[in-house]
């Protein structure tokens, strides 16, 4: 079946630590991106990639990073320097970039911090 | 920059009948797109419906239909025959044009909606 993987379910950070939230697709889809939920607020745009080997920052990039070395693969860095990383993560794809497409959503991870 | 406000944080509705949920958003462009998903207790976001913003006609999708009133900038969500699966938070979502379709969206903060039996 295709879609959105993203791994692991659940993931703690200590302070100082760097750690790297997994998206993979076999959708074919073009475009990925990442979105961070807080409680009570809706998805906020962390960073986004149209093609491979670019990617664009959101509205909340600070402390987080990324890398699009293949088409199926999106993943996410949350640094030290985000200071409050706890939060619900998910990864979407879109297939082309015609803006009435829909974008297809994994099942998130949620970070907490130790 | 784009804002979607939901002004209902929590909507309840007997089963079986008909909850509309609010959207506004404010944008100076004329040219965009508008989106319901649905988060069930799961957490995965579902897509419910669609809207491109050149188009006139309201979107209908089975039981989901919205009222777009471009000039009023409001997106509102109609559901019909409530049913006990449609319990979920809802957010409304905007998308520019402008650089082509692939830029990520513009979330509110979410209506939960509860179906009572």
């Known amino acids: 079946d295709g879609g959105i993987t993203q791994s692991p379910k659940y993931l703690f950070r200590k302070e100082g630590q760097n750690v790297t939230l997994s998206c993979e697709q076999n959708?074919?889809?073009?475009?990925m991106y990442w979105y961070r939920q807080d409680p009570g607020q809706g998805l906020r745009l962390i960073y986004y990639s149209q093609i491979v080997n670019d990617f664009q920052k959101g509205d909340i990039a600070e402390g987080y990073s990324v890398s699009r070395e293949k088409k199926e693969s999106f993943p996410l860095t949350v640094t030290s320097a985000q200071k409050n990383p706890t939060a619900f993560y998910l990864c979407?794809?879109?297939?082309?970039?015609?803006?009435?497409?829909?974008?297809?959503f994994g099942d998130g991870t949620r970070l907490s911090i130790l | 920059a784009q804002t979607v406000t939901q002004s209902q944080p929590e909507m309840s509705v007997q089963e079986a009948e008909t909850v509309t949920l609010s959207c506004t958003y404010d944008?100076?462009?004329?040219?965009?797109?508008l989106f319901w998903y649905k988060q069930p207790p799961s957490r995965q976001m579902i897509l419910v419906i669609r809207q491109e913003a050149y188009k006139q006609q309201n979107a209908t999708e089975n039981r989901f239909s919205v009222n777009f009133q471009k000039a009023a900038k409001s997106f509102s969500l109609k559901i019909s025959d409530s049913q006990l699966g449609d319990a979920a938070m809802y957010f409304c979502a905007y998308r520019s044009a402008l650089r082509g379709g692939a830029d990520g969206l513009t979330f509110g903060k979410g209506t939960h909606l509860i179906i009572q039996p």
């Open positions: 979407a794809s879109q297939e082309g970039s015609r803006g009435n497409q829909p974008q297809h």
């Open positions: 944008t100076s462009e004329s040219d965009y797109y």
């Open positions: 959708l074919n889809h073009d475009a």
